[in-house]
T-cell receptor
Framework: GAGVSQTPSNKVTEKGKYVELRCDPISGHTALYWYRQSLGQGPEFLIY????????DSGLPNDRFFAVRPEGSVSTLKIQRTERGDSAVYLC???????????FGPGTRLTVL | AQSVTQPDIHITVSEGASLELRCNYS??????LFWYVQSPGQGLQLLLK??????LVQGIKGFEAEFKRSQSSFNLRKPSVHWSDAAEYFC???????????FGTGTKLQVIP
């Protein structure tokens, strides 16, 4: 079956602009996660959704970052007033509730010039 | 707070040689432990996981890992490395429930002929 997909695969933007990154989880997976992976680092947790609601957004670095999952499937990570420090690969993962295993998408590489 | 240490940033092994990648974790309760592999341009793939039970865990691609509570370690091993194993390997620890996962900084494996 289809895995987790993320679009776009690459996004280049200018400092101060707004960007949206999309994640399509595996069908039927109720849990969805966003991570950020900076160069030379491991993925860093940003936010976790259970269904439509954000169950834990403690990893969002500041209020410029926001994520939604209005219908409990597709999720969008939104970044306002982008900064050069936001440049990273943004990973999405999904899982069935309680299974523990997260399936990761290929990521979106965001470059802020 | 949970944390993971991967002391080796980069490891080079000859094809056919054995491999051990080190991982130490910090977590107050019984941890959920994972090893992931990330190849260039690919999403993270789960190699194996430990939740409870037998402390020697078998995974995909011939990998295994051993949970040692006394040493707070979860080292990854493979008896004979193949060139296709060249990738970056991440150890991770999760808390219970929805698996808020904390990743280490990764170990990049190079395989030489």
């Amino acid at each position: 079956g289809a895995g987790v997909s993320q679009t776009p695969s690459n996004k280049v933007t200018e400092k101060g602009k707004y960007v949206e990154l999309r994640c399509d989880p595996i069908s039927g997976h109720t849990a969805l996660y966003w991570y950020r992976q900076s160069l030379g680092q491991g993925p860093e947790f940003l936010i976790y959704f259970q269904g439509t609601g954000a169950a834990d957004d403690s990893g969002l670095p500041n209020d410029r970052f926001f994520a939604v999952r209005p219908e409990g499937s597709v999720s969008t990570l939104k970044i306002q007033r982008t900064e050069r420090g936001d440049s990273a690969v943004y990973l999405c993962a999904s899982s069935t509730t309680g299974s523990g295993e997260q399936f990761f998408g290929p990521g979106t590489r965001l470059t802020v010039l | 707070a949970q944390s993971v240490t991967q002391p080796d940033i980069h490891i080079t092994v000859s094809e056919g040689a054995s491999l051990e990648l080190r991982c130490n974790y910090s977590y107050g309760a019984t941890p959920y432990l994972f090893w992931y592999v990330q190849s260039p341009g690919q999403g993270l793939q789960l190699l194996l996981k430990y939740f409870s039970g037998d402390t020697l865990v078998q995974g995909i691609k011939g990998f295994e890992a051993e949970f040692k509570r006394s040493q707070s370690s979860f080292n990854l091993r493979k008896p004979s490395v193949h060139w296709s194993d060249a990738a970056e390997y991440f150890c991770a620890v999760g808390s219970g429930g929805y698996q808020k996962v904390t990743f280490g900084t990764g170990t990049k494996l190079q395989v030489i002929p």
